[in-house]
């Protein structure tokens, strides 16, 4: 990234980028369409709402769901942290006086601390549930939002935006896991989609 970025600065280093992510994006989707789901369960004999009645029994399944609706509001306060995470770099950068090429250094600690953060956050999860999980990635997270604001030196930074992205995964991993958990079995499908942004 940092590479691309240097010789190609501006917006023609993140178009090449943004070409990269489409050509790794397209790799994983026909990887991914070559996977068969087996072993599937028979349909049921009973007449399969439609969409408008799912979406009409919404309110009614979240009205009568605490655990879900602590949930919901939950991931719509998290939402906060999209408003602050491009800030983030734009500080590093004007603090540690670098070039706006030197966000691919700080993109890949955050990368290395997500992937590193996916397996430790399967891992804990599988032990401890999702709540946990999520309980340490918001806690990380608002550190994180305080302490960015002290940085003054690269070994501030770095290890900042590796934590970023560690808590990031434990985040999607975790909330995905407590998603399951708090929604009821004969209405998890219809709940989980209607908690996406």
Not at 94 to 108: C, H, N, T, W, Y
Not at 155 to 171: D, E, K, T, V, Y
Request: overall charge positive; hydrophobic content about 50%; proline content about 5%.
């Amino acid at each position: 990234m940092f590479a691309v970025l240097t010789r190609y600065p501006g917006t023609t280093g993140y178009g090449i980028l943004h070409l990269i992510v489409l050509a790794f994006l397209t790799a994983s989707y026909v990887i991914f369409s070559r996977i068969l789901e087996t072993d599937l369960p028979a349909r049921p004999d009973r007449q399969t709402p439609t969409l408008l009645a799912n979406l009409r029994a919404v309110p009614s399944l979240v009205a009568g769901n605490r655990q879900f609706r602590r949930y919901a509001a939950a991931q719509a306060f998290s939402s906060g942290l999209i408003i602050v995470m491009p800030f983030m770099a734009v500080h590093g950068l004007g603090v540690l006086r670098k070039p706006d090429s030197f966000a691919g250094i700080l993109l890949s600690a955050q990368m290395i601390g997500g992937v590193v953060g996916n397996a430790v956050a399967g891992l804990l999860g599988d032990r401890i549930g999702g709540r946990i999980v999520v309980l340490l990635s918001r806690m990380a997270l608002c550190g994180l939002c305080v302490g960015m604001a002290f940085g003054s030196d690269l070994w501030h930074f770095l290890p900042a935006f590796a934590i970023l992205g560690m808590a990031m995964s434990f985040n999607n991993v975790g909330a995905a896991t407590l998603a399951l958990e708090v929604s009821p079995l004969q209405k998890r499908a219809t709940l989980l989609c209607s908690k996406q942004p």
